[in-house]
């Protein structure tokens, strides 16, 4: 098809293009490994652990940690949340319903709106409940609002929505694109020999689409654990980990924020590899389990 | 199971899906437009129906053309790095996915290398986006060749902090939403297609150009649609790269938001998501995008 000159050459640009992919990734990941007495740039002034133990302590003044903690807990919860309700509205759209044009457009919607204007409607709508509230407690005079009240805006609440307006977007394409594929036979089988739906989905649809519920949970979990446009401004008070990042840029000078980059690259790459292996594993199993040939079953 | 518990079925499970975006999407969306036409002061907002916040925005800016006002020229920035990030990750992108649909053979080898592609995709924006501090900054990596080489005397200061560095980052960070679609296109153009243009006469050129182009119509569509969505509404990338030195739409309303100014922060978000609808209703126009999946 393409001739070998055009092979080559775009096989060369395309090495460029890793390169330019990885390259400063890379570079981090070497310059944080620098000695205690290096800087933000090359040479390397010997080679030690300094910074990762540095980061270790904490810098600046945030407490790195717990942002850390946070957006491992809030990932956590949108990739479950994200696997079940994609799941489920992927089910339901495999057949028309009403209102299903009108939510796939809003799916759509979700993934082409600016994020920022996500998260400004988000940080309204909670200002707004907040409000409401505080003067709804001064009416009612009930004192545990008018002393302790602040905000009902959190990672659990709106940080929580903004990020699931990304996520589930995602899911939801990648169960059209499962269930585009999927064929029918199988259920149907399932219910000639009289499984009921839950049966049904159970024994049959369940174990063919799990290895892309894998990929959803990637997607939920990675999405949600780098996310910054949207929850930034519908995080409250308690900021996650991006969110300290991108203030430490301006803050911090020394190669301790390459170690956080190593580490937190670090922990997207062991998310990645576990999905990959579940995916193998998921795959290895159905094949397994679906092809009793030459086992002598009638 | 009758017919109706089914169709009861079929709305339970689309209902917490729909509800999340009920609660988190459609009814922001509803206050920002809301809450563009109300009142403000320094510590509250306030319900009313007035344009003033509209008003403020283009305050002089029509009269003091042909020069831009605070307004315009933000957005006529914006729209500058919407063009160029647009472009490059188009050209970038086209080729990538060109190589991966056409020059690799064997499919292992396509899943391997598609997935090499995509893997920075779920690693932290910020940090791809400060990783490129140690090449590209007064002490950096380019700098120091360029002077080894002879070919600068002085470290060059518009690598980092820059327009340059800003683009750049784009392009880093969202030529794989480019990729993705593109390849999806090229993965389903009959292959048997390609060997008639080529054998009806056709060189590589016009294969490419009146082929594999017009097929690939429906991705680049859908690519640049994220590209352009992403890059317009950007304040983060902006503000890191940038050195915070360099306006966009985004960042006003971020900066906006800071001081409380909700109204007229939703104001100009109500401003971006119509200029961005429209650029997307333009390209919504080639493409019908539930067909692609």
Redesign the interface.
């Known amino acids: ?3 070998r000159g ?2 080559i050459w ?2 060369c ?2 090495f460029l ?2 390169l ?6 890379i ?2 990941f070497v ?1 944080s490994f620098q000695g205690p007495e290096g ?4 040479p390397m002034n010997g080679v030690s652990t300094h910074w990762f133990g540095k980061l270790w302590e904490g810098v600046g003044v945030v407490d790195i940690w717990r942002a850390f903690r946070r957006s491992l807990a809030l990932g956590f919860v949108v990739m479950v949340i994200t696997v ?3 799941l ?2 992927g ?3 495999r ?1 028309k ?1 009403k ?2 044009g009108a ?2 457009y ?13 998260s ?6 909670f ?2 409940i907040d409000d409401n509230i505080r003067q709804w407690g001064q009416t009612e005079e009930i004192s545990w609002i008018i002393e302790h009240y602040t905000t009902s805006m959190g990672l659990f609440s709106s940080a929580l ?2 990020q ?2 990304w996520t ?1 977007p995602f899911g ?2 990648i169960m ?2 499962v269930f ?1 594929r999927f064929d029918p036979s199988f259920e149907e089988a399932a219910r000639d020999l009289g499984a009921g ?1 839950w049966a049904t989905f159970r024994e049959a649809v369940l174990p063919i689409i799990a290895p892309s519920l894998i990929g959803v949970a ?1 997607f939920g979990f ?1 999405l949600s ?2 996310e ?2 949207r929850t ?2 519908a995080i409250g008070g308690l900021n996650t980990l ?1 969110l300290e ?2 203030g430490l ?2 803050t911090v000078t020394d190669p301790s ?2 170690a956080l ?1 190593t580490v ?2 670090g922990v ?2 062991v ?2 590899a576990l999905a990959l292996l579940t995916f193998r594993l998921l795959q290895r199993r159905r094949l397994a389990h679906g092809n009793d040939s030459g086992k002598g079953l009638v | ?1 009758s017919a109706r518990t089914s ?1 009861i ?3 339970l ?2 209902l ?3 509800l ?2 009920l ?7 509803v ?2 437009v809301v ?1 563009s036409f109300w009142d403000y002061t320094e510590y509250s ?1 306030i319900p009313d129906f007035i344009g003033t916040n509209y008003s403020d925005i283009f305050r002089g800016c029509v009269a003091r053309l042909p020069e831009l006002c605070t307004a315009f020229a933000t957005y006529v920035s914006t729209l500058k790095y919407v063009f160029l990030s647009w472009f490059i990750t188009l050209i ?1 992108g086209f ?2 996915a ?3 649909a ?2 690799v053979s064997s499919l292992t080898m396509q899943i391997t ?1 598609f997935l ?2 995509t ?2 995709f ?14 590209l ?1 007064r ?3 380019v700098n ?1 060749f360029l002077m080894n080489i002879g070919l600068v005397d002085e470290p060059v200061d518009w690598l980092l902090y820059s327009g340059f560095s800003v683009t750049l980052a784009f392009v ?1 960070l969202y ?1 794989l939403f480019m990729v993705v679609p593109i390849f999806n296109s090229m993965m389903r153009i009959e ?1 048997s297609v ?2 008639a243009a ?1 054998d009806a006469g056709a060189n ?1 050129w016009q294969v490419l150009w009146n082929v594999v182009v017009p097929l690939c119509k429906p991705g680049i569509a859908i690519g640049s ?2 590209v352009i ?2 890059v ?5 990338t902006i ?2 790269m940038g050195g ?1 030195q360099i306006a966009s739409i ?1 960042k006003i ?2 900066v906006e ?1 800071s001081y409380l100014q ?1 109204p007229s ?2 104001a100009n ?1 109500v401003i ?2 119509a200029i ?1 609808l429209m650029i ?1 209703v333009a390209m919504s126009r080639i493409v019908d ?2 067909r692609e ?1």
């Open positions: 098809m393409a001739s055009t092979k775009l096989g640009f395309f293009f890793l330019f992919l990885y390259g400063p990734m570079t981090i310059l800087g933000l740039t090359f079940v309700f994609s489920m509205a089910l339901a759209f057949r319903f209102g299903s939510l796939f809003i799916t759509v919607a979700s993934l082409i709106v600016p994020s920022i204007v996500v400004l409607g988000i940080a309204l709508q200002r707004l929505g903004a699931l307006t589930l939801l394409l059209f694109a585009n739906p990637l990675t654990y780098d910054l446009a930034s401004q991006p990042l991108r840029t301006t924020i390459y980059g937190t690259t997207s790459f998310v990645i | 199971m169709r079925s079929i709305y499970l689309a917490p899906y729909a999340v975006f609660l988190f999407f459609v009814v922001p969306l206050l920002v809450v907002i970038l080729g990538v060109y190589y991966l056409f020059c290398l090499l592609c893997i920075p779920w690693t932290s924006n910020v940090i791809r986006m400060i990783s490129w501090i140690p090449l900054g002490g950096g990596l120091q880093h030529t292959r390609l060997e080529y590589g649609i994220f969505t992403i317009m509404g950007d304040f983060i503000g890191v915070q985004g309303i971020n938001m909700f922060a939703a978000a971006l998501l961005t997307i995008i539930r999946l």
